[in-house]
């Protein structure tokens, strides 16, 4: 039984910093693809960042700059290091793994594993 869970939201000021953390049992990292998502209300879920073979990394260009995706392959554990946050950012934040090879990183469709989800507020 594969499980994500995220963990590291809350609510921060414009400009503040947050890591969040999405970690795994029943599931490598190793060597897969890790995205992160956020849905904010009313909206649509929106590829943030994503991870290949804990090495590769993609951004959405709104946060490119901002933002650092990382994996911890010890731990089982992938990050998302939140900088100079600003109040679009807010949202659901997910994780999800395993995605079908060639796919587009930021469409959720691909994903075969997901997370309950983290909520960043920033005001």
């Known amino acids: 039984h594969v499980q994500l869970v995220e963990s590291g939201g809350g609510s921060v000021q414009a400009g503040g910093s947050l890591r969040l953390s999405c970690t795994a049992s029943?599931?490598?990292?190793?060597?897969?693809?890790v995205a992160w998502f956020r849905q904010a209300p009313g909206q649509g879920r929106e590829g943030v960042a994503a991870?290949?073979?804990?090495?590769?990394?993609y951004y959405d260009d709104f946060v490119r700059g901002r933002f650092i995706i990382s994996q911890d392959n010890a731990k089982n554990v992938v990050y998302l290091q939140m900088k100079n946050i600003k109040p679009e950012d807010s949202g659901i934040y997910t994780c999800?793994?395993?995605?079908?090879?060639?796919?587009?990183?930021?469409?959720?469709?691909?994903?075969?594993?997901w997370g309950q989800g983290t909520q960043v507020t920033v005001s």
């Open positions: 999800a793994a395993e995605k079908a090879t060639g796919t587009d990183w930021a469409d959720g469709r691909w994903y075969d594993y």
């Open positions: 029943g599931h490598r990292f190793s060597d897969d693809w």
């Open positions: 991870i290949y073979g804990g090495l590769t990394t």
